[in-house]
């Protein structure tokens, strides 16, 4: 077992730069399938999630090379099945998107139904709608969903139910190469939905409305390669943002776009954080307590979910009485036992938290139940008095590129340690 060990309490400093975003990578990367060539994806973030997405196109016959450390060029020439590798794909949810691409190009598509997790129920009702609208057969059984067009596509108007990344992404997918025009009605409106939209638009496809809640998208015959920069990451900003906010100090956030930033920006402003922004960075500077402040987490443009648990480490530093609604997930709270073993005071009940403010969180050994989670408890060991050891963290890994190099780099006192079995199992008991 992997943890890190954080000496909290030190103002933390400096610059620190932002990799590109996860949620695209995780989409752009199957996305190249759709092309019988090479495409070329920089700004790459070098995380397990998308070295696992790699993976699993490498399964199937892609040829994918790392030109450097955030460069990939990915050869989909010589794709031999369009099953995606039950083994990797199970792992990783983003896994669905094999669905759409392989559907898209090959007419017929088979992956591993994605299980609940640790966020609550995850459905895919909405993609499949999407599957079925534009002519496929969808088949879910014996854990697998198996999408066949032996006939093709065909474009259609979809109304999504409910606002989904994943179906917005997925049905673009699918569409691209579809015969006339798909209308998607209450599309998802995230930066990464631009991103994997512009992508696409990139190698041929004709997709006009991403951004917005009507996406058009015109099928085309076919699609040629290119080279395409992913956009940096909006949450991993979000989370230095807090994590400056949170250990007070001064920090330069780079290579970011501040209109995504703008919903996080909000909150923390109204929280009392100062923030000055420029073309392409954020300067964070805090002095604690933070005011009380509301959050309702809602799809974009409304504050994400996935900077909820972070901004609950904010509030938890706030004087008086904060409120959470978390708006998207039904299970968004397991860090909060956590939270509680470093002096939270916070009561859930469904999807409302109530953050009672305390003048300081005090270092404790913590596990990360998740992504965000984890990365909420960074942040609060950052601002604990004493030593907080985060354990579990390959899950933080799944989505922060070197999160302990950079914290150090800002003055934190954190390291990574490789925990010796012994007392793996001594904690374990
Ligand atoms: N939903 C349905 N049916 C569907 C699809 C979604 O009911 O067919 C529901 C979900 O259960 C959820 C809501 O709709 O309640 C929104 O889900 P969405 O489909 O938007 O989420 P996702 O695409 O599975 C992506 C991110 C998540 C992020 C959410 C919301 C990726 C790979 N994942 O998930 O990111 O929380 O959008 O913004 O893009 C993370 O990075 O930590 C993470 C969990």
Known sequence: ???????????????????????????????????????????????SDVSLML?????????????????????????????APYDLARMIRASYYMLGAMLGRFRSAQVALPGG???????????????????????????FVTAEAPDGLCGTSVYLDIVSVGATINIMLAAVLAEGMTVIENAAKEPHIVDVANFLNSMGANIIGAGTDVIKIRGVKKMTGGCYTIIPDQIEAGTYMAAAAAATGEVLIKNIIPKHLECITAKLTEMGVEITEYDDSLLVRSRLPFTKTNIKTLPYPGFPTDMQPQAAVLLCLAEGTSMITEGVWENRYRYVDELKRMGAQIQVDGKVAVIEGVKKLLGAPVRACDLRAGAALVVAGLAADG???????????????NIVEKLSRLGAQITRMQMPDGKALAKAR
Do not use: W
């Open 1 to 47: 077992m992997t943890e890190y060990v954080i000496y909290g309490n030190r103002p933390l400093k400096g610059e620190v730069s932002i990799s590109g975003a996860k949620n695209a990578a995780v989409a752009i990367i199957p996305a190249a399938l759709l092309v019988n060539g090479k495409s070329r994806i920089d700004n790459i973030p070098e995380i």
């Open 55 to 83: 993976d699993i196109l490498r399964r199937v016959g892609a040829d994918v090379r790392l030109i450097n450390r955030s460069c990939v060029e990915i050869d989909c020439s010589n794709i031999y099945t369009t099953k």
């Open 117 to 143: 997790c640790d966020l609550g129920v995850r459905p895919i009702d909405q993609h499949i709608k999407g599957f079925k609208a534009l002519g496929a057969n969808v088949d879910v059984q014996s854990g």
């Open 387 to 401: 030593v907080t050891e985060v354990e579990d963290v390959s899950h933080i890994e799944r989505g922060y590129e």
